[in-house]
């Protein structure tokens, strides 16, 4: 079984993209399209079962924007066991508020950037040969 993007979570990941809340909007703005140096951020990525906010395949970091629901003792523990499985398998996992991405999305996008390795992403090319 694929460990990306597994069939039985297709619409639920379409679902999800469809219904982002105003923090995972706002974030999303700002990482589509390789805006932050340069790295390819996908939204609503399933690993394994789980299906993550923001991915970036090249510096296997996830970014979970978390809510109100998440200070719910047993979403915690569910968020913990989800962590520690993706960090098992080499995947990094940046957690941020969504009054941290309303209110200080700068402060957020530079704790992205920290997690990054130390080498810069490759240019991207548009298909016009250059």
């Known amino acids: 079984m694929p460990l990306h993007n597994r069939k039985y979570l297709k619409k639920y990941r379409r679902d999800l993209r469809s219904n982002l809340t105003i923090s995972e909007a706002r974030l999303w703005k700002a990482l589509k399209g390789s805006q932050l140096d340069g790295r390819k951020f996908r939204r609503q990525h399933s690993i394994a079962n789980y299906i993550v906010d923001f991915y970036c395949p090249s510096e296997k970091l996830v970014i979970e924007v978390d809510g109100g629901y998440h200070r719910n003792e047993s979403v915690q523990i569910a968020d913990a066991k989800r ?48």
């Open 83 to 130: 962590d520690a499985y993706l960090n098992s398998i080499g995947i990094k996992v940046l957690r941020v508020l969504n009054e941290s991405v309303r209110s200080q999305l700068g402060m957020v996008l530079e704790a992205i950037r920290a997690e990054f390795s130390t080498t810069p992403a490759p240019p991207q090319r548009r298909g016009d040969g250059l």
